[in-house]
Structure formats: C-alpha cells, structure tokens
C-alpha cells in the first residue's frame, strides 16, 4: 500500500519503520526541519511503568489534586480546554481509565524496542531500575491505588527503606529526608529522541521517504475514495516568510496516519471527527553530568512533587510540570526553579548547571480518559495513532506495530481495542 504518516515525533517514526518493513511504500510528512523536534525532543525519558505519570491517568487523580496543578497555569483558558477538564473531572470521578491496557501495551512498547535493538544495534544511553522517593510514611497512602494498579498490571513493585534506597541509588543525599522507597527494578529510561533518529534511518534503509519542512494543510477525501493530503512545502533558503512563497501541492495516498500529537484536532476537524485534545505542557532540563558518584544510575521520581530524574548517558535530566492554556513570557520560571531546586536536593554536585544547560517546554496531546486513540479513524483510508500524553515514548514501539497489524487484518500481540475512536 502507498501510505502517508502526518508527524515525525517518536510515534510517527516508529509507525514508519514498522509499515516500511511489512513492504509498504511509506512517506512521512513533518514542518519540522527533522525528526523528534516537538514532543519528542527532550521527554524525561521513562519508558514504563507509564503510571507513575499518575496525573496523566484521571482514575488514578485523587479529589483537588488537578485544581492545585492547573492552579500552576498563569495564563488564558479558551473553552475547548475548559470542556475538556469537564470530561477530565467525569473519567475521574467514575474511575474510567484504561490503565491496565496502557500498562499492557507499555510492556509490549518495550518488547520491542528490545527486540529492534538487538536488530539494529540501537544506542540509546539506557539504564534499568527506578526509585519512587517519599518523604514521609504518609505519602505512601496517597500512592496506593497506583500501587495495586501496577501490582495488577504484573508489575514488581518492592517497597524498601531508606538505606536500601541509598544502596541502589548511592548519589542520594545523605541530608535529604527520606522515609521509604519503591523499586522498580525492571524499569527502563532511555534516549527518546536519540531512538527516534535512529528509527529513522533504518526506515529510510527500507524505503520510507521522509519530507521535513512540508505542513500539512488539510486531509479531504481525493479520487476513488482514496484520502488526499493539501501540502504546504517550506520556502527554500533566503525566502522570506512562508506565504506566497511556499508551494502548495497535494499527496494521495492508499491509507493516511495521523501521528501529529497536539496539531491534529484541526486536520481531524472537517472530517467530521472532534477528537478532544489537550495541549498539557511539560518541561526538563538537562545537564552534563558533573561528577558520577553524586548523579543517578538510573531514575528516580520524587513521589511529593510527581518530578523524575533521570541519568541519559552523560547527562541528568530532570522533568515535570502540567500546564494547559496559553501563557505569557516568563511565566514557566517557577516550574523550572522547582525543577533546579529538587533536582540540588536530592543529588547536589551531580550535575554541572552554569553551562551547557538545556530548558526545555514540550507540548503533549492528551485525551480526557488518559489513554491514545490506535484505530481507524472515520473515513475510509484514515488511521489515527496520537494522544498518548506523556507516555508517547513508553507506547510509540507498542503502538507502531500495533496499528501495523491493525492495518495489515493480522491479530495483534495486544489488544487494542480499548484505544478505539468510538469510546469518543
């Protein structure tokens, strides 16, 4: 079949590689000048388990904690995003979340990731084991029902002390109050957007051809049924501005998959489909690695103040941060001195922050019950593989040959039926 994926992120070039080694004829559109430049860029790098993401599943969210982060937010609401925290509230009073389907299609993600790495020799900086880090003996409660979901879900949980905690994790702070940790001893961190390039190659060795710079106006129904992108091409070098300048053109195609993230609700609008995307924003900061024996091996999550660091190579990252809405200049300074200030509380001195610090703001695209849409998507030819939040990375391997199969009629290793566009 001639395909077309719309996005370039993790999940759009995993989808590529996929569909490119079943021998499909495949092109990847992006306004991007290259591969993982949005979402993808610059993640915390967690590959599973994807609940310790707990705001990022509404079964899991308990009563006022959304209010407080959304608090966090300075700037202006539209009311498609206030809808949209309606139906947030309703999945999270009722307890409906697929959490376990996502978990499932996690450990599958990972699978093959693994498998495709041994493929291909794959480097992406990755480290095993995590630490969920509480303060005190009362923050265990609150993490409970996250617990028994992953307990559910197959995953090895194990609740330690203190001092084991600093065993596993030797650059902890000795001063930093610490009460009790949760192992995960199986957990992976890795490099999304290294992986991504990566993919990106071995799809192109296989045929995929990857246009940067071309947005994709519009997706309308073309001859026969068949759907048809409206391309915008970016002006070349020394143009100024993208109007008249930029040449417009069309792209038919056998099947079109849409992987844009947080651009797509506009694309999926004049096909009859009001997908309710949240634009949530996030944020990292990455480091150089200052002195080894003061940095994480592997990641750790600070369970008071739901923010990850992790160890990338030679590098520290720390993330987190929830906000919807548009904002003014500036208005992220808080989010990210709270990331410097947890990050010098639990490992000071283990990363170098006067220079080469890279801030980083990612938009994600989140629907209101937490889980993606892995489906058909309404008119014959469109495929829909987007929304999965802050898990895109931990799903993106999962989803890609899920949809593969999916596309291909072949019964699929998970079961992807609670991502179907119907539940909207």
């Not at 996030?282 to 160890?311: F, K, W």
């Amino acid at each position: 079949m001639k395909i077309a994926i719309v996005g370039a992120g993790i999940v759009g070039v995993a989808t590529a590689y996929e569909l490119a080694h079943d021998g499909h004829e495949v092109t990847v559109f992006d306004r991007h000048t290259a591969a993982a430049e949005g979402a993808s860029f610059a993640p915390a790098g967690l590959m599973g388990p994807g609940l310790l993401h707990d705001w990022s599943h509404p079964s899991l969210t308990q009563p006022g904690q959304w209010l407080g982060l959304w608090a966090q937010v300075r700037g202006r609401q539209s009311l498609p995003d206030w809808l949209w925290r309606r139906q947030w509230r309703r999945h999270a009073q009722q307890g409906t979340s697929p959490v376990r389907a996502i978990e499932a299609l996690a450990r599958f993600g990972r699978e093959r990731l693994e498998a495709l790495t041994l493929r291909h020799g794959l480097e992406l900086e990755a480290a095993t084991g995590r630490l969920l880090l509480l303060r005190t003996e009362a923050e265990l409660r609150r993490w409970e029902p996250v617990l028994q979901q992953l307990r559910d879900s197959g995953v090895v949980v194990r609740q330690i002390d203190a001092a084991t905690a600093r065993e596993r994790e030797p650059g902890l702070s000795p001063e930093a109050p610490l009460a009790l940790a949760l192992e995960l001893p199986d957990a992976l961190t890795a490099n999304c957007r290294l992986a991504a390039h990566q993919l990106r190659q071995h799809a192109q060795a296989l045929g995929a051809d990857f246009r940067f710079q071309t947005q994709v106006l519009a997706l309308q129904s073309g001859t026969g049924m068949r759907p048809q992108l409206q391309l915008r091409a970016a002006p070349t070098a020394g143009q100024a501005g993208g109007g008249d300048n930029a040449a417009h053109h069309s792209f038919e195609a056998d099947a079109v998959i849409v992987c844009a993230g947080a651009d797509a609700a506009h694309l999926l609008r004049p096909l009859g489909l009001r997908l309710p995307l949240a634009a949530v924003a996030g944020y990292t900061v990455s480091a150089p690695l200052r002195e080894p024996l003061h940095a994480p091996l592997g990641s750790v999550v600070d369970g008071a103040e739901q923010l990850s660091i992790s160890r990338l190579g030679q590098r520290v990252r720390i993330s987190g941060g929830a906000e919807m809405g548009s904002a003014p200049a500036g208005h992220h300074q808080p989010t990210v001195a709270r990331l410097y200030r947890t990050l010098n509380h639990w490992f000071p001195g283990g990363a170098q922050l006067r220079s080469g610090v890279q801030v980083w703001r990612g938009v994600r695209p989140l629907l209101p019950d937490g889980a993606p849409v892995i489906a058909a998507g309404g008119p014959p030819g469109v495929w829909l593989n987007l929304g999965h939040g802050a898990n895109g990375w931990a799903l993106a391997c999962g989803a890609a040959r899920g949809l593969a199969d999916q596309l291909a009629r072949q019964p699929g290793v998970v079961d992807l039926t609670p991502f179907a566009l119907r539940r909207f």
